[in-house]
């Protein structure tokens, strides 16, 4: 069972006893404003950590697809969010850095944390050349954090595969590998 561990924070894929914690933090209409997503209920949380923990075997077997790690607070132990990296749906070759946090926890830089350790994990761990996130315009926080561990600015998606139109007019950021380790030499 993977973990990391930061100053404040412990990341570690999910399990089902996660589920009805999980779905407390999540319980916030505040986290969903500038997702595809909407509150869930316990079941399609439960329903989503199984397909966590199947997705975590096929990463084993298969090589790695994709992982959502729960972030827990050390002080007390609690579920405050989740950051994983997958599959970009709307440029699927991609990898994309994807984060969410219960707004009792906003602004004292926890994801900024946890996003950098999740980096770290993605470029020394598995290797990834690229890694790269689309954030709404108006999502400042997001924009924010993205500029503050170091991503760039590339696009804005102004085309998308039919489906995926969510993520039409979002501004798209890139870090690469060789950016990753030249700011954390
Ligand atoms: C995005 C999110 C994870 C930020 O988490 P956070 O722990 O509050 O971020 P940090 O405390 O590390 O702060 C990062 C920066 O954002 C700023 N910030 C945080 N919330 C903000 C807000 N609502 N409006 C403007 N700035 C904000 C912080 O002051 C800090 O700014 P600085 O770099 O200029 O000092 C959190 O707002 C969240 O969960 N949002 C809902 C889910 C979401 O939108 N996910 C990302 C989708 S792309």
């Known amino acids: 069972m993977m973990e990391i561990s930061t100053k404040r924070l412990i990341l570690s894929h999910f399990k ?11 319980s916030h209409p505040e986290i969903f ?10 079941d399609d949380i439960k329903n989503i950590i199984s397909w966590f923990i199947d997705r975590d075997l096929r990463n084993k ?3 790695f697809i994709g992982t959502n790690l729960a972030i827990r607070k050390k ?3 609690t579920i405050i969010g989740w950051c994983g990296i997958q599959p970009f749906e709307p440029m699927p070759e991609k990898k994309e850095i994807f984060y969410g946090l219960s707004p009792d926890y906003w602004h004292r830089g926890y994801m900024t944390e946890a996003a950098n350790a999740v980096l770290k994990y993605g470029f020394e761990n598995l290797n990834l050349n690229e890694i790269v996130a689309g954030v709404k315009p108006e999502n400042r926080a997001s924009i924010s954090v993205l500029e503050r561990i170091g991503f760039n600015f590339q696009s804005i998606i102004h085309s998308v595969p039919e489906g995926s139109e969510f993520y039409l007019n979002e501004r798209f950021y890139s870090m690469t590998r060789e950016q990753f380790l030249t700011q954390h030499v």
């Open 16 to 26: 089902i006893e996660f589920a009805e914690e999980f779905t407390q933090a999540l």
């Open 33 to 42: 404003e500038f997702l595809p997503e909407d509150v869930p209920t316990l």
């Open 61 to 63: 077997k298969e090589g």
């Open 75 to 77: 002080a007390g132990n």
